[in-house]
């Protein structure tokens, strides 16, 4: 694997249950990111992680709950959501916490129903 | 507080055509400003990235420019192929890491 991979592709939750999205990347970088697409808006950044270390919460509510265990890895873990979450989640690395170059993975569709 | 507008939302025109894509910002104190495509089903990809000290930046047939007086970017894509479909976004970024970004404008390349 190359890149940042994203599992699942896709996921249908009820309001109920708990679930994770998962993120790794192969680029060795030390940044990593969580980003909401809702159709025709724009991007919203939710976590940023620097050395395995959170240092952005973008006034996301607490059903979000991210998590990175070491620099390859991100997890978002998910509890108890709303259809309004219902979006494309995108995770991103770049080489560091800077305006270097974010790359993408394929993203997670993510349904609440 | 930046703000990074797109127009149009969605463009088709016939394969071969040259076009031009827009990007607005609101704050001329930007680092950088950067495009991205991105394919349906897929993430993001890096295109261009135009330093602040740049006026324009090119890869094969894709020409950026930035003007951060005017707080504009254009994107000219020439001889446009139906795989240059997509939806084209343009992010800014300020001071720190935090990337601002456009709505993005859906590109149809008919064929």
């Known amino acids: 694997e190359t890149g940042v991979t994203q599992t699942p592709r896709h996921l249908v939750m009820g309001m109920t249950n708990k679930k994770s999205l998962k993120c790794e990347q192969h680029l060795g970088h030390n940044a990593m990111y969580w980003y909401k697409q809702s159709a025709k808006k724009p991007l919203e950044l939710m976590f940023v992680?620097?050395?395995?270390?959170?240092?952005e919460n973008n006034s996301v509510p607490s059903r979000f709950s991210p998590e990175c265990p070491n620099s390859s890895h991100l997890f978002l873990h998910l509890h108890t959501l709303q259809p309004e979450d219902s979006a494309l989640y995108l995770c991103?690395?770049?080489?560091?916490?800077?305006?270097?170059?974010?790359?993408f993975g394929p993203g997670t569709r993510l349904t609440v129903l | 507080k930046q703000e990074v507008t797109q127009i149009p939302a969605a463009l088709s025109v016939p394969e071969g055509e040259n076009l031009v894509l827009n990007c607005s910002f609101t704050?001329?104190?930007?680092?950088?400003l950067q495009w991205f495509r991105q394919d349906p089903g897929k993430g993001l990809t890096s295109l261009l990235l135009i330093q602040s000290s740049q006026r324009e930046q090119t890869s094969g047939r894709l020409n950026a420019s930035l003007d951060k007086s005017s707080g504009r970017s254009t994107l000219y894509i020439a001889a446009s192929q139906p795989g240059d479909s997509a939806t084209y976004l343009c992010?800014?970024?300020?001071?720190?890491?935090?990337?601002?970004w456009g709505a993005g404008t859906k590109l149809i390349i008919k064929p």
């Open positions: 704050d001329s104190a930007i680092y950088n």
């Open positions: 991103a690395s770049s080489q560091s916490l800077s305006t270097d170059t974010q790359y």
């Open positions: 992010a800014v970024s300020g001071s720190n890491y935090q990337l601002i």
């Open positions: 992680y620097s050395l395995e270390e959170r240092v």
